[in-house]
């Protein structure tokens, strides 16, 4: 009984405590590096487009909502031929993100994203990829894979041996 | 044998002539492996399936062995799980990714990668091993496969199937020790005819397929559809997929009656003409000698009233067509009018075939079940160009005998390396009359070479030989002398199998092998007959019409016909050209339903867009008189559709209410009671598994909500499908469907195309729920077939003629395969190929332009000189663009170009 | 007939000012409650947010209004109207002022409860006609919740009306002048409270509507203009019951001279409303048992005290 007349009592003084609302267009909040907004795609090192259209990001999206096709360039080297996001079914989630084994896809901290019209919310891959590295600097996959696709010769990579003479006669 | 054994302390019972290996996974227990494969068997080289067996029930120490290698015994003690077996199964995992690279982002096998399965499966997550990588070279290796050695984790499985099972001798081993590799000698296009098998042998992604590489889609997304292979008459299971309405690949589907595990590259890389840029995708009106494209229903009106202003319209059928199409369309025109769409020699010898597989005198074997016998005569067929899954299963067959040795000294069947050690590359009785080299000589123990009239006489002095009360004898003293050899060999087999086929258009052949087997089967054996057929439907096709191209011809006149309706064939290819010609100018409307443009629908005044395989449903029938039903994989996003469905609509009779599959087979099986098994070949659309359809794309098939977003951002309603108990989403049933209805493998844990395991009763043998299809024909104990007495005059080679020959070539020989990308490459160049004593007397050379006269008109080909083609016979590659429409075999001259 | 004219007139402002300050309540408690909790609330559209109101009317007036198919739909139309009819018909006899007032009934407090009744039925043939399991599980905890409540509800008035000796709210009004019922009623108007705060189900005692296990409840399949009629019907069962508590308790117009006696009144009132949304700020919503036995367990039991006590004191003192 006393607790609820408490209860009452308390929330009542609250008429007097500072309000928390930011008062969003006017004042904005700064947002960590690490927020989870708009998603880009990014580039190498070697300002090359990081995605190698491996389909991972698709397949991790909860609502299915990043749809892509591989193809080939003439050294072997995959990328998207077209990649897709409706953000207009996109939850922000991430996954994508934690799925990416290139680093390529990555999320910003920019939610200002909304449209009049619902169609302006499907991005192509052109108004995804922008001319950065993003927030992971440094890493260029096609230098640590074991495939030679234009990037460096077979046995060139990271932690590569030369290619092994399968003719020579020494065991 | 039956066997009690203790697995982690719980009892099973189980078969006792296994390993333990394959009886875990039987018993549906997860057991990684790498090396074993259930039809190549055990060689204990990996070491991954390493379990502890124990001595006794009172041993708790026990000791590790490898599953594979190990028999099942009554009363043994084993564990999957002891910490000690899982140790070394995680750490051997961990010892085989030292030197596998970090490339599953780029390589096509990931997602649905065995080693990925396995290594998930052990445990082994982190790398620790912080030093370099071992690297190779790659290898062209031709259109079909790409080799991308740095994955290999040296399990031999390619080197097993290509060379051991498949008998391919380009790919090998190669270096030691850690830097073992599996290629070829020096880069170059593999010459196996199952090459393609590589892909789904490789338990990791050192064997892609390169025409899925150019459209690279992960298994997860594909759209996929149970469905069966149509580029030959064995009619393999496949399974067809589909993403962003191309098709993307053709993987086999296991059927332990028909193909097992394996495809030739003509039905695994021949897909791509499916997504041919020459495709027909909306209906076209000739309007000024060129096509124009009208609407569906446009489209269909205006046949409608043609059709029914005139009642004479005739239809012309086609082998590769559906059996409902086929029946649809002999309803349309009334079965005076409906005529089969092949030559008359073809279509007799095809209802002869089916006359003797009908009386059921001797079995006919399926395709898996001829890998048990164990004495093969082949008469007149280039099996490995014919019937390549058949080549293959009778390699297996030249096993049987010599693997008795090893039977003999104890060793279990599915001990590979010391069955091989024992055997040491012999093969059994294996003969082959043929009219040129094929290759399967090399397994052969007595070729014969000859014309085909010579062939079918060869054929009757053995089945003579056999039962002396025929009135067979032998042309010569050599001849005699082989066929004593041959019968006596097929007397001794216990199953003794006789292989014969159309592939020469010769009726004797066909009679010459049914008497063999008539004969074999009066002496007591338990013999087995095969017949090789041109089409995929071929059998089907011959079932519903008996009057031929030539008929239709005859009968067609200025006045009397106006309108005829080709269904799914290029006339072209199978009649003389002037001749064709002059048949289509008698119509005022050609009416065409085809996939690709061709000569028939260049000469055609409306065009119908009809469905490949991977767009229509339908039902055909194999050589050995296996029905079997296709599913449409996807619905194309324009007006192509099973031919069914456009002379359903185009019938008065189904103007009311939407027909569907169902509905087209109650009638054809109401009109044709004989084949009433088409019905229960798979279940109807009504059919449910736990009240769901089930679902064509896995459960993780991703981008459903921005595939179309380009289009309009609402996601449109998935297609229907009132034709199938399947669905065109990932929504469903999830578990094991009828196998009849098995669009794709998946198990938990098991993403590869190794999943299969869970599909079947006991590994490698029959899927849950029976294997897929329903034989027309079986034999018939009391059957009182007559031996056939045609004694056919020796081939007399005429003065200055050549009897020219059809020489089959895996790709090319099929119209349809021979326009995929990647096949095209394979395709020969027309050639002539010639006798090398024929040519050395007229002073021909190997490459020489001659002059041949093809039905009147004079064209130049290159000379090939082909080993064991009789004198007096040449032969042309069958099926080319260059050599369509020649009715075989004829009589020709030749000469060199140029020297008139 | 002037007379009968002004007298309608009079009808149609009462009930136009009831609705108006209805809906402005929504944006009052959309406002107070933002305030107890830290927040703004609507403060876009118009000065402070007060168009808000008209907004929404907008919004709802626009909305598909949709009726399942699976409903019976005489009754599922009918439902809410019956409620705004028996609230509206309610304020019938509210004197506001001693000039502002629909009708001086002699048994207008019976007629208050009588209405009060009547607003079950609504909520419980919304619940029913909806064919929908979450509704009539609301309807069924309103159809309880209602009845037990409305029991010590009239018993805990039964005080004012031997105080006053009469049904008649005027006469009960101009019974305490000097002295507000709520002082020697001060049980009487704590349980009039209470069992107000569930006649409206308002929060805490949103049982029927209990939006965390019943979707919306009674009201789950309605949508634009009939689910806004049980919205605002909501708004104008709290203006009633606080009008009937400053009627009954307060002295309802009666005040010091300075201020006009509706003034007194609309200050009276507006305070007990400011108490309702106060309520909904602070306490949560208790189980469906809890509320019964706090009905029937104590507050029941003390209303029949409280009649008792009342009883006999004023047979004992004659008053």
């Known amino acids: 009984m006393f607790s609820i007349l408490r209860s009452i009592w308390l929330t009542f003084i609250h008429m007097f405590h500072k309000r928390v609302t930011v008062e969003y267009p006017e004042k904005k909040n700064y947002l960590p590096p690490r927020h989870r907004g708009r998603i880009v795609l990014t580039r190498d090192p070697d300002n090359q487009e990081r995605c190698v259209g491996c389909y991972l990001c698709a397949v991790a999206c909860p609502v299915d909502c990043i749809s892509l096709q591989a193809t080939e360039d003439e050294n072997g080297r995959r990328s998207a031929e077209f990649f897709r996001i409706n953000f207009s079914r996109c939850i922000l989630c991430g996954y994508c993100e934690e799925a990416c084994p290139t680093d390529a896809i990555q999320l910003i901290p920019d939610f200002e994203m909304a449209e009049y019209n619902r169609q302006n919310l499907v991005y192509e891959k052109e108004d995804l990829l922008i001319d950065g590295q993003g927030k992971y600097p440094g890493y260029n996959f096609f230098k640590h894979a074991g495939v030679d696709a234009g990037v460096k010769a077979k046995g060139e990579g990271i932690d590569e041996e030369k290619p092994v003479d399968i003719k020579k006669l020494m065991p | 044998m039956m066997a009690k054994i203790f697995i982690d302390d719980k009892p099973y019972e189980v078969d006792g002539s296994k390993n333990l290996l394959e009886t875990a996974l039987s018993i549906g227990l997860n057991l990684p492996y790498f090396c074993w494969h259930p039809a190549m068997h055990s060689v204990g080289a990996c070491r991954q399936c390493a379990i502890i067996k124990y001595k006794d029930d009172d041993d708790k120490k026990g000791k590790l062995v490898m599953a594979c290698m190990e028999p099942v015994a009554d009363n043994l003690h084993i564990s999957i799980e002891a910490p000690e077996a899982h140790a070394f199964r995680a750490g051997n995992v961990e010892a085989l990714m030292t030197n596998h690279p970090h490339d599953c982002p780029v390589c096509d096998e990931g997602g649905e990668c065995h080693l990925q399965d396995m290594t998930v499966m052990t445990g082994h997550n982190e790398r620790r091993y912080c030093y370099t990588k071992r690297t190779h070279n790659n290898q062209y290796l031709g259109p079909f496969v790409n080799h991308e050695m740095n994955r290999c984790i040296q399990c031999y499985r390619c080197v097993r199937f290509y060379k051991d099972y498949a008998g391919g001798k380009d790919l090998d081993v190669f270096a030691a020790h850690n830097d073992v590799y599996f290629g070829r000698q020096e880069e170059g296009v593999l010459e196996s005819e199952f090459s393609g098998n590589l892909v789904e042998v490789c338990p990791t992604g050192v064997f892609t397929d390169k025409t899925l590489k150019k459209h690279y889609t992960r298994k997860w997304d594909l759209t996929n559809a149970p469905s069966v292979c149509h580029q030959c008459s064995l009619g393999c299971n496949i399974i067809a997929s589909e993403r962003y309405g191309t098709i993307r690949r053709v993987l086999s589907r296991f059927n332990g009656d028909v193909n097992g595990y394996f495809l030739c590259d003509r039905g695994r890389f021949g897909y791509e003409y499916i997504n041919s840029k020459n495709r027909i995708i909306t209906p076209a009106r000739l309007v000024n000698g060129s096509f124009a494209a009208i609407t569906a229903g446009d489209a269909v009106q205006e046949i409608k009233a043609i059709i029914n202003t005139e009642n004479n319209t005739i239809g012309i059928g086609s082998p590769k067509a559906s059996m409902e199409s086929n029946f649809l369309l002999r309803e349309l025109v009334g079965p005076a009018n409906f005529y089969a769409g092949v030559p008359a020699r073809e279509g007799k010898l095809i209802r002869q075939v089916i006359a003797i597989l009908d009386n059921g005198k001797v079995k006919t074997p399926s395709l898996s079940e001829a890998k048990t016998y164990d004495a093969v005569f082949i008469l007149g067929e280039d099996l490995t160009n014919t019937a390549p899954m058949l080549a293959l299963s009778l390699r297996q067959a030249a096993k049987n005998e010599p693997n008795e040795i090893a039977r003999a000294v104890k060793i279990p069947d599915w001990n590979d390396a010391a069955t091989r050690e024992a055997v040491q590359g012999a093969t059994g009785p294996f003969f082959i009359a043929a009219a040129h080299d094929t290759k399967l000589d090399d397994i052969a123990t007595g070729i014969y070479h000859a014309s085909p009239d010579q062939i079918a006489g060869f054929g009757n002095a053995v089945a003579g030989n056999i039962n002396r009360q025929l009135n067979f004898v032998a042309a010569d003293a050599e001849i005699e002398k082989l066929s004593d050899t041959i019968s006596a060999a097929l007397l001794a087999a216990k199953k003794p199998l006789i292989v014969a086929g159309t592939s020469l258009y010769n009726e004797a052949i066909v009679q010459a092998a049914a008497n063999i087997a008539y004969a074999l089967k009066d002496r007591g054996k338990d013999a087995g007959l095969i017949y090789i057929l041109p089409e995929a439907n071929s059998i089907g096709s011959a079932l519903l019409a008996d009057q031929y191209l030539e008929d239709a011809f005859a009968q067609a006149s200025p006045k009397e016909a106006k309108s005829v309706i080709i269904l799914e064939n290029d006339l072209y290819q199978r009649m003389d050209k002037t001749a064709t010609d002059t048949f289509l100018q008698y119509f005022t409307n050609v009416i065409s339903l085809d996939y690709l443009e061709n000569a028939t629908t260049r000469n055609s005044t409306l065009l119908l867009p009809a469905g490949t395989f991977a767009e229509a449903d339908g039902t055909i029938i194999s050589n050995e008189g296996r029905a079997q039903r296709f599913y449409q994989v996807h619905v194309p996003k324009n007006d192509v559709r099973s031919s069914w469905k456009w002379l359903a609509e185009l019938m008065a009779a189904y103007d009311s209410s939407p027909i569907n599959l169902d509905a087209v087979i109650d009638r054809l099986t109401a009109a044709f009671p004989a084949l009433q098994a088409i019905q229960y070949v798979a279940p109807s659309a009504g059919f449910r598994e736990d009240t769901q359809k089930i679902p064509r794309s896995p459960q993780r098939y991703s981008g459903r909500t921005a595939i179309n977003a380009d289009m309009h951002v609402s996601e449109p309603r998935p297609p229907a499908d009132p034709d199938s108990a399947l669905s065109y989403t990932m929504e469903g049933y999830v578990g094991i469907p009828p196998p009849a209805l098995t669009p794709f493998y998946w198990s938990p844990g098991w993403n590869s195309a190794q999943a299969i395991n869970k599909y079947q009763i006991e590994v490698g043998g029959e899927l849950h729920g029976g294997n897929p299809g329903k034989r027309l024909f079986e034999p018939d104990p009391n059957s009182k077939a007559a031996y056939f007495n045609s004694t056919p005059s020796a081939c007399s080679p005429k003065e200055g003629q050549y009897m020219v020959l059809p020489l089959y070539h895996i790709f090319g020989s099929d119209e349809l395969s021979a326009q995929s990308p990647a096949v095209a490459e394979r395709v020969p160049q027309p050639y002539i190929a010639l006798n090398d004593s024929d040519a050395g007397k007229a002073g021909i050379v190997e490459g020489a332009i001659i002059e041949i006269l093809l039905s009147g008109n004079k064209k130049w080909l290159p000379v090939k000189l082909k080993m064991g083609l009789p004198q007096g016979t040449a032969g042309l590659p069958k099926g080319l663009q260059e050599t369509a429409g020649i009715i075989y075999p004829f009589y020709t001259t030749i000469k060199i170009a140029g020297n008139d | ?319």
């Open chain 3, 1 to 319: 007939m002037i007379d009968i004219l002004l007298h309608i007139a009079l009808v149609i402002g009462i009930m136009l000012g009831l609705v108006m300050i209805a809906a402005g309540l929504i944006w009052l408690e959309r406002r107070t409650l933002a305030l107890w909790q830290d927040r703004y609330g609507p403060n876009r559209t118009g000065l402070f947010g007060t168009l808000q109101v008209v907004a929404d009317m907008i919004k709802i007036f626009f909305k598909e209004d949709w009726i399942p198919p699976f409903a019976d739909k005489k009754i599922f139309v009918v439902a809410p109207a019956i409620l705004m009819i028996s609230i509206l018909l309610s304020f019938a006899v509210v004197p506001f002022t001693p000039l502002i007032g629909v009708v001086n009934l002699n048994i207008g407090l019976l007629f208050f409860l009588g209405m009060s009744s009547f607003g079950a039925y609504s909520i419980v043939l919304a619940g029913w006609s909806s064919n929908n399991k979450y509704s009539l599980i609301g309807a069924v905890r309103a159809a309880s919740q209602m009845i037990s409540y409305e029991v010590f509800m009239g018993l805990s008035l039964m005080g004012v009306v031997m105080l006053s000796g009469s049904f008649n709210m005027r006469d009960i009004v101009l019974a305490q002048q000097g002295r507000w019922f709520f002082i020697p009623q001060f049980l009487g108007f704590i349980i009039f409270f209470i069992a107000g705060i569930a006649e409206t189900r308002r929060l805490p005692f949103d049982i029927p509507e209990a939006e965390s296990e019943l979707v919306a409840g009674y009201h789950s399949e309605y949508s634009g203009m009939k689910f806004g009629m049980f919205f605002v019907g909501e708004y104008l069962g709290i203006t009633l019951i606080s009008a009937m508590t400053t009627t009954l308790f307060l002295g309802g117009w009666l005040g010091p001279a300075f201020l006009p006696p509706i003034f007194w009144f609309l200050i009276k009132m507006f305070a007990f409303i400011l108490f309702f949304i106060l309520l909904r700020a602070s306490l949560p919503r208790p189980r469906s048992d809890q509320l019964m036995a706090l009905g029937w367990k104590v507050l029941f039991p003390l209303s029949m005290l409280n009649v008792l006590v009342t009883g006999a004191l004023v047979l004992y003192f004659k008053l």
